[in-house]
């Protein structure tokens, strides 16, 4: 132990409780000063030091640009101890135009592009506010807002900023904190000018009367919001929620009948040149079956190029599978977590958040209201000061000239107070030109009414409101709808009608061939490959499966489980190597095996039997599905397994044991289920089933030999009834107990 340390300082504290203090300590710094905004001016500390570093620095939006250099060293070193990186790139975020829908800093130079281009380096680079960031500091010097020391006590900054534009809804906000997040989309100005006013005039207003002023977002770069209008409202009501945005696209003709697709707008934070890598990369890999080329022709604006691959392909249909395959679809998410006006976190609707943001302006208008009272009160003690000095005017120049102490003797001789006598005595002799009483007594006259004026505004609730509603209604009119910035950008559209798209649209129809080996390793192999074409499976496997199908097809799979799984064609991987093992692309046991794999036909019955000898007949259209997990149809029991999947073709049922009988009865007598054990098709004294079938009597009961197909017609001996036991096979049938 160190000399110096005082053992009386040292006490014993559990590992866990020293890291939890801790942790909630870092926990808090990070909720509270870093990445969740205040809901009264939507900032975060390190914008709000921004904003109020720059105004230092009087970077009006009439006064020149300055150095972001200047900026960032200024915020670093007064107020924000954190890496100039970090400050730099909030900077660069709050110019940009498609990154905020009202930029608060505006950027001279390379500020970045919408293609994911980093901005310059700040020593190339020039910043001032905005009118929308002098908006929110307006008034900050009339003590308006509460101010705090920094972190070195040197400076002062202030907690919130005065904020007479609703920058929460307005810019929105985005931020991870620890066990929190805030994820607020960006609105329009004017729309919640709206909204404030209807708020303003009835605090108890339903929250419908709020949503059909804000019907949804409006992202910096357009888009058109298609989101169900219940959603939006239970989303605004949570203050939870989601909203689809979809790319603004037109169709533009080229001559001779041709077209293409022009994407003028794309969803909100989504990189361009990201998006077109991504459209190229799935052309390539023939994922668009409708599209041919894409192209980027933009310039400041944004011009991307679709080309359909005929002139006979549906525009809506080719948009719909870009909608469901690319970015030209996003889901911009709401999550209004903030800090409250005493620091606390939680989750707000749009009312709440309106109604806050209102209660802010109120208390600055009050403290703007008392501030200037205070300056009032002062001038107008000056002002009787100056009325004094300009009636005794030779008797206050010889007192000053004369006495000692002039201050105190023009205090008892005239009855003034220590201000009065101090502003005379700093009055300058060429002032004494512009001491008429007329002035001196229209300036206190027009004072005392405004003193008047405020103070019945301090005592006046309706005043109050009547004083907020005309900011309100001066804020629209700066930034609303009539000017260029304030104009909606993003369209509120209607939910799209379900659109079926068929696989052909969304897959390239190509023929291959789905090989799959008795160990379970699955391949598709370009083209249709002949019977005896040569194939190559791993040493000590062979193959089980080969059929040709259409890599727009889907492959039904069934298993000892007695569940169906689906498998895409195109997903299968190439035949060029030794495939995948299928149990990588479904949820199926090491202890269970594959029984049957085939293409799906639509409309199609199957015939399912356990090696129990039950089984029913199941329609394959509800045997597709959508997860890995596949769709339990048949329940083998505790000691079966499935072992039997056919179509269900014909008038007659065919089954065979393991004891080599066999039965033969109407199809009829099998029920159709959708799931179940089934109903008993032959019955055992030992063993089980060996297999199954269903033909037409008319053809007769056939089955395969080493030398063909062989037929044996009616075979009237062996017909029977369901459940029965069956006679001995007859000569000739195979060895193995099955009909191949």
């Known amino acids: 132990m160190s000399a110096h340390v005082d053992p009386k300082n040292i006490r014993p504290v559990a590992f866990s409780e020293a890291l939890g203090e801790r942790y909630l300590a870092y926990a808090l710094s990070t909720i509270t000063s870093r990445s969740l905004p205040d809901v009264r001016d939507g900032l975060k500390p390190v914008q709000r030091r921004l904003l109020f570093a720059m105004r230092e620095l009087k970077l009006d939006p009439a006064a020149g640009y300055k150095k972001c250099a200047r900026v960032v060293g200024d915020v670093i070193g007064k107020y924000h101890p954190h890496g100039d990186v970090a400050v730099y790139d909030a900077m660069v975020r709050l110019a940009q135009s498609f990154a905020v829908r009202w930029p608060l800093v505006e950027g001279h130079g390379n500020f970045g592009n919408i293609d994911g281009d980093n901005a310059a380096a700040m020593r190339y680079t020039e910043a001032r506010l905005t009118e929308v960031a002098a908006a929110l500091l307006e008034g900050i010097g009339e003590d308006a807002v509460e101010f705090r020391d920094t972190y070195d006590g040197e400076e002062l900054e202030?907690?919130?900023?005065?904020?007479?534009?609703?920058?929460?809804?307005?810019?929105?906000?985005?931020?991870?904190?620890?066990?929190?997040?805030?994820?607020?989309?960006?609105?329009?100005?004017?729309?919640?000018?709206?909204?404030?006013?209807?708020?303003?005039?009835?605090?108890?207003?339903?929250?419908?009367?709020?949503?059909?002023?804000?019907?949804?977002?409006?992202?910096?770069t357009g888009g058109v919001l298609?989101?169900?209008?219940?959603?939006?409202?239970?989303?605004?009501?949570?203050g939870r929620g989601g909203f689809r945005v979809r790319a603004r696209w037109h169709t533009e003709k080229v001559g001779r009948g041709q077209y293409q697709i022009i994407v003028t707008e794309i969803p909100y934070q989504v990189q361009k040149a990201r998006l077109v890598e991504r459209i190229a990369d799935l052309l390539q890999a023939r994922k668009f079956a409708l599209l041919a080329d894409v192209r980027d022709e933009s310039a400041d604006d944004i011009r991307l190029v679709l080309e359909p691959r005929s002139r006979t392909v549906d525009a809506e249909m080719l948009m719909e599978t870009m909608f469901r395959q690319t970015e030209l679809e996003t889901r911009s998410s709401l999550n209004m977590n903030v800090l409250d006006a005493a620091g606390v976190p939680g989750v707000m609707n749009l009312k709440q958040v309106l109604r806050t943001f209102l209660d802010h302006r109120l208390d600055v208008l009050l403290r703007r209201t008392a501030h200037r009272l205070k300056q009032i009160a002062h001038r107008l003690e000056v002002l009787g000061g100056y009325l004094v000095a300009y009636l005794n005017l030779d008797e206050v120049i010889r007192i000053i000239r004369e006495e000692d102490a002039p201050r105190k003797v023009m205090m008892k001789r005239f009855k003034i107070s220590e201000v009065q006598a101090e502003a005379i005595l700093n009055m300058r002799l060429r002032a004494l030109r512009k001491l008429e009483e007329i002035e001196i007594r229209n300036e206190f006259e027009a004072l005392s009414e405004e003193q008047v004026k405020l103070k019945k505004l301090q005592a006046s609730k309706d005043r109050q409101k009547s004083i907020l509603g005309k900011e309100i209604a001066e804020m629209k009119q700066r930034f609303g709808p009539a000017t260029e910035l304030g104009r909606r950008r993003t369209e509120i559209g209607v939910p799209p009608e379900p659109l079926e798209v068929p696989t052909e649209a969304l897959v390239e129809r190509e023929p291959v061939t789905v090989i799959c080996s008795a160990k379970g390793w699955i391949r598709a192999a370009k083209g249709h490959l002949e019977e005896d074409a040569a194939v190559k499976y791993k040493e000590g496997d062979r193959e089980r499966f080969r059929f040709h199908a259409e890599t727009t097809d889907k492959l039904v799979m069934f298993a000892t489980n007695g569940r169906f799984y689906t498998l895409s064609c195109d997903k299968l991987p190439g035949g060029r190597g030794l495939g995948e093992p299928v149990r990588l692309m479904i949820d199926l046991a090491n202890d269970q095996d594959v029984v049957a794999l085939f293409v799906h036909k639509p409309g199609r019955r199957l015939f399912v039997v356990s090696s129990d000898g039950?089984?029913?007949?199941?329609?394959?259209?509800?045997?597709?599905?959508e997860k890995r997990t596949g769709k339990q149809v048949l329940n083998p029991g505790k000691q079966g397994e499935a072992s039997v999947c056919v179509p269900a073709e014909g008038d007659c049922v065919a089954v065979v044991g393991e004891n080599r009988r066999l039965l033969l009865f109407p199809a009829s007598d099998v029920p159709v289920l959708a799931r179940g054990r089934g109903v008993i098709l032959q019955r055992y004294k030992d063993g089980g089933l060996s297999d199954a079938k269903m033909f037409n009597k008319a053809d007769g009961l056939s089955w395969k030999t080493g030398a063909g197909v062989r037929n044996e017609g009616a075979a009237p001996e062996w017909h029977g009834k369901r459940a029965q036991a069956g006679r001995v096979a007859p000569r000739g049938f195979p060895k193995g107990n099955n009909f191949g």
């Open 614 to 625: 039950r089984g029913f007949v199941t329609e394959e259209d509800g045997v597709l599905a």
């Open 226 to 238: 298609v989101e169900d209008p219940e959603m939006i409202a239970e989303a605004y009501a949570s």
């Open 158 to 220: 202030p907690i919130v900023l005065p904020a007479a534009f609703p920058n929460l809804l307005a810019n929105g906000a985005n931020g991870i904190a620890v066990g929190l997040a805030t994820s607020i989309p960006p609105h329009n100005a004017g729309e919640l000018c709206d909204a404030l006013l209807v708020s303003l005039k009835n605090s108890r207003c339903d929250l419908a009367e709020l949503i059909a002023c804000v019907p949804g977002p409006d992202f910096p």
